[in-house]
């Protein structure tokens, strides 16, 4: 136990001190999301992460496995998709790699779970599967896809029934030792790829989702999907489904959350507004000399801005307007690491402080910001460097050495 660590000249510690500790968290579900498709970021750098992870009192690494830039897991009845849909072959996670990751968070109380996305976001499966594929790269991408690169998988077509059998018949058997959890994506889908409206797509989108969540049950996993298959499509989905919330509100006074829960489903929360890690760090696409109107011009900011510093995660009360008889449902949460403009050299400067702060809400529900949470998370922050993570400094070491001198 460290206490007045930061204090000038002092450092005391008591090794073997005679404390037991009894604590319960607040949420069962303390998670982080982060995203390995976008850029690259390696097992290692991931399992280094985990020890962190178990170290701040989580208990959940969502892998996004999967996105419309790249492909890097290797499926062997599927080899095609990373051979051809990673970035380069340092990239592609082998199943020896998942493996060893899913053991490593195992063997430290961090059960590791993956999403493959769909069927937006896929596009990276056009360079193994290219029919399989829906508006591939259709220009203006804005219309049809959340991102560069346009293309969502076919629906309501045999041959994406039987990827989609094949791709997680692989997949499944070989992550349930290690999860209890599967996660179908099912973000961001845009009618517009399909040409429909989504009154249009919806019976398509029930019939895919039927199919896939059916392969999920059939290996005994839980199946969790994004908030849009009951928020934009309210689509029937199983009792047993976790919906993982996004966005911060609907079009209504309720949260999303309170929307979800309202409706009956089990729900993690993770609003952007709070939890997007990857907030504020501007905009990362590049103008088009083409367009005289375009949206990339100074300062360049991204759609979620300002970052979200420490102090903004650890505010986040994410039960705010949910009804006492509905919070049972509201399983826990989790802070998102979306990897536009993070991989491995910047990624625990980019995760670290603010993942733990997001853990002491996770564990003890929504702080409230004072000085003794400043200088609480600044321990841990020391702890974090000590043990070789790049954490980022919570506060001006002069306020850490002197308490009391840097209010406002």
């Known amino acids: ?10 450092g005391i510690y008591t090794p073997y001190a005679p404390l037991a500790v009894e604590d319960t968290p607040v949420f069962a579900h303390r998670g982080l999301n982060l995203d390995i498709s976008r850029n690259i970021i390696t097992p290692k750098e991931v399992m280094r992460t985990i020890e962190t992870l178990a170290f701040n009192k989580f208990n959940r690494l969502h892998l996004h496995a999967s996105d419309a830039q790249s492909w890097p897991l290797e499926i062997p009845a599927l080899p095609d998709l990373a051979a051809k849909g990673a970035y380069r072959e340092e990239q592609v996670w082998s199943v020896a790699d998942l493996r060893e990751v899913q053991s490593f968070g195992s063997h430290r109380g961090v059960e590791v779970y993956l999403e493959i996305d769909m069927p937006g976001h896929t596009a990276s499966v056009q360079a193994a599967y290219p029919d399989l594929i829906e508006s591939y790269n259709r220009q203006p991408w804005p219309d049809f896809s959340a991102q560069p ?12 029934t039987d990827f989609i059998t094949t791709l997680l018949s ?32 919806k019976p398509h989108l029930q019939s895919f989702i039927d199919h896939a969540v059916s392969v999920v049950h059939s290996h005994s996993l839980t199946p969790v999907v994004w908030e849009e298959h009951v928020l934009d499509f309210n689509l029937t989905l199983p009792s047993d489904t976790i919906v993982q919330i996004w966005r ?42 083409g367009n005289p ?7 360049y900011l991204d759609y979620c801005g300002p970052l979200k510093n420490w102090r903004e995660v650890y505010s986040y009360d994410p039960l705010s307007d949910i009804p006492k008889d ?3 449902l509201v399983l826990g949460g989790e802070v998102h690491m979306w990897a536009e403009l993070t991989d491995g050299v910047n990624l625990d400067n980019n995760l670290w402080p603010r993942v733990a702060a997001a853990g002491e809400v996770l564990w003890r529900g929504r702080g409230v ?30 306020c850490l050495m002197n308490p009391g001198n840097c209010r406002q």
């Open 149 to 160: 690169c346009a293309g969502q998988l076919k629906l309501h077509y045999p041959p994406v």
């Open 293 to 299: 109107d375009s949206e990339v011009k100074s300062p």
């Open 248 to 289: 911060a509100s609907m079009h209504s006074n309720r949260s999303a959350l309170a929307e979800v829960v309202g409706r009956g489903h089990r729900a993690l929360f993770g609003a952007y507004t709070h939890w997007y890690l990857d907030c504020g760090h501007g905009g990362w696409r590049d103008p088009d000399p």
């Open 170 to 201: 692989d997949l499944l058997p070989r992550t349930a030792p290690f999860s209890s959890l599967f996660h179908l994506g099912g973000d961001e889908i845009y009618a517009s790829a399909y040409d429909m409206s989504p009154s249009e797509l």
């Open 1 to 10: 136990m460290f206490y007045k660590y930061s204090e000038a000249n002092v």
């Open 369 to 398: 910001i004072n000085e003794d949470v400043t200088r609480r998370l600044a321990e841990m922050r020391e702890w974090l460097v000590a043990s070789g993570v790049a954490a980022g400094p919570v506060q001006v070491t002069w």
């Open 326 to 328: 509905r919070q049972h």
